[in-house]
T-cell receptor, first 115, second 112 residues
Framework: GAGVSQTPSNKVTEKGKYVELRCDPI?????LYWYRQSLGQGPEFLIY????????DSGLPNDRFFAVRPEGSVSTLKIQRTERGDSAVYLC?????????????FGNGTRLTVT | AQRVTQPEKLLSVFKGAPVELKCNYS??????LFWYVQYSRQRLQLLLRHISRESIKGFTADLNKGETSFHLKKPFAQEEDSAMYYC??????????????FGQGTILTVHP
């Protein structure tokens, strides 16, 4: 089947605007993760869902960032009042479960540019 | 706090030469270590993990708890190995297995 799908692939927005980034995980995967990758850095963990609930949101940088997964499948990462420092590639990954031996499958990412 | 360090941002070798990508970590619990790879215009994908003790595409990595290292090695590099490589760490005993801490990555270039 298809892998993890992220849309849009690129998003350019003005400072102060609101954006939504979408992730469609592999069918049947219960765990879903969001990472952020700034230029020249490795991916940094933001939040992960087990089913519909956010099991760990310790990586969200501030309260402008929020994510949902209402039906336990598709997830949306929402960023309010965007700042230039939010510019990065946002990666989504899913896995069959969140426990051991369940490797992550990454999407291609959404490149967000805040002007 | 957990940390993964990849000291080399860039590594260049010639085809057929041995290659070693270094990774050191700091973690107080029971870690699980991985190597992820991203080829040009492709998505990030798992290369290998220390619990599997397997060789993927000729690459191996041994977890050295005494030196807190997990270096990636291949005896004879190929041009198709050129890619970005990330070392990553997870809490093996936790329930958030996919909550990874990544290093900054090493760009490997294999010259013909």
């Amino acid at each position: 089947g298809a892998g993890v799908s992220q849309t849009p692939s690129n998003k350019v927005t003005e400072k102060g605007k609101y954006v939504e980034l979408r992730c469609d995980p592999i069918s049947g995967h219960t765990a879903l993760y969001w990472y952020r990758q700034s230029l020249g850095q490795g991916p940094e963990f933001l939040i992960y869902f087990q089913g519909t609930g956010a099991a760990d949101d310790s990586g969200l940088p501030n309260d402008r960032f929020f994510a949902v997964r209402p039906e336990g499948s598709v997830s949306t990462l929402k960023i309010q009042r965007t700042e230039r420092g939010d510019s990065a590639v946002y990666l989504c990954a899913s896995s069959l479960t969140a426990v051991r031996h369940s490797p992550l499958h990454f999407g291609n990412g959404t490149r967000l540019t805040v002007t | 706090a957990q940390r993964v360090t990849q000291p080399e941002k860039l590594l260049s070798v010639f085809k057929g030469a041995p290659v070693e990508l270094k990774c050191n970590y700091s973690y107080s619990g029971s870690p699980e270590l991985f190597w992820y790879v991203q080829y040009s215009r492709q998505r990030l994908q798992l290369l290998l993990r220390h619990i599997s003790r397997e060789s993927i595409k000729g690459f191996t990595a041994d977890l050295n708890k005494g030196e807190t290292s997990f270096h990636l090695k291949k005896p004879f590099a190929q041009e198709e190995d050129s890619a970005m490589y990330y070392c990553a760490l997870s809490n093996a005993g936790g329930t958030s297995y996919g909550k990874l801490t990544f290093g900054q990555g090493t760009i490997l270039t294999v010259h013909p």
